[in-house]
């Protein structure tokens, strides 16, 4: 069973509005990555950390920003949102440089902007 | 970075085993293979890896071949629970090595 949790589910939200994804684990991973996937689609890594207080661009660019204050959380925020920001959002955590470990994934936000 | 080729969709008939093939003929030395798979409306899971031996696990079996140009998921007896998209990812040593590159994977249908 993976320790890794995303709040909120589903989100529906109007134009404009500022958004926050939430992302915490509980394994003490220091990896921790967002990708995005539309519906039929690939996922998409646009933000990764290392650890505490470091965040990188993924291969997709995004609009969005993230933060890495504490060990366990990944919040993503979309500072306004617009329709082409629908999405589903998935997070994700492993252990740090190891090519044999596996990563585990939360549950997704499917996020809709009105 | 090393790339991978899969089937877009293959089909199965329940309690069936199913075998699911990925080329990545351009894979390096010190690449791992992993397998992961997607439910319909969940994130991917973790399903099995592997860098030169056949594995097996609870879930199901990888089959590396020799030049390791190619690999091949088995699942021993197919369940409508494994209706999903089976991805097959390398992961490479070096900068991003951290990192998972999807690609569109097998969509797997399960027939009853």
């Known amino acids: 069973e993976a320790d890794i949790y995303q709040t909120p589910r589903y989100l529906v939200i109007g134009t404009g509005k500022k958004i926050t994804l939430e992302c915490s684990q509980t394994m003490g991973h220091d990896k921790m990555y967002w990708y995005q996937q539309d519906p039929g689609m690939e996922l998409h890594l646009i933000h990764y950390s290392y650890g505490v207080n470091s965040t990188e661009k993924g291969d997709l660019s995004s609009e969005s920003t993230v933060s890495r204050i504490r060990t366990e959380h990944f919040p993503l925020t979309l500072e306004s949102a617009r329709p082409s920001h629908t999405s589903q959002y998935l997070c994700?955590?492993?252990?740090?440089?190891?090519?044999?470990?596996?990563?585990?994934f939360g549950q997704g936000t499917r996020l809709t902007v009105v | 970075d090393a790339k991978t080729t899969q089937p877009n969709s293959m089909e199965s008939n329940e309690e069936e085993p199913v075998h699911l093939p990925c080329n990545h003929s351009?894979?390096?030395?010190?690449?791992?293979i992993h397998w992961y798979r997607q439910l319909p409306s969940q994130g991917p899971e973790y399903v099995i890896h592997?860098?030169?031996s056949n594995v097996n696990n609870r879930m199901a079996s990888l089959a590396i071949a020799e030049d390791r140009k190619s690999s091949t998921l088995i699942l021993h007896r197919a369940t409508l629970r494994d209706a999903a998209v089976y991805y097959c990812i390398l992961k490479a040593a070096g900068a991003g090595s951290y990192q998972l590159t999807f690609g569109k994977g097998t969509k797997l249908s399960v027939i009853p």
């Open positions: 592997g860098l030169t």
């Open positions: 994700a955590s492993s252990e740090s440089g190891k090519l044999n470990t596996e990563a585990f």
């Open positions: 351009t894979i390096s030395g010190t690449d791992y």
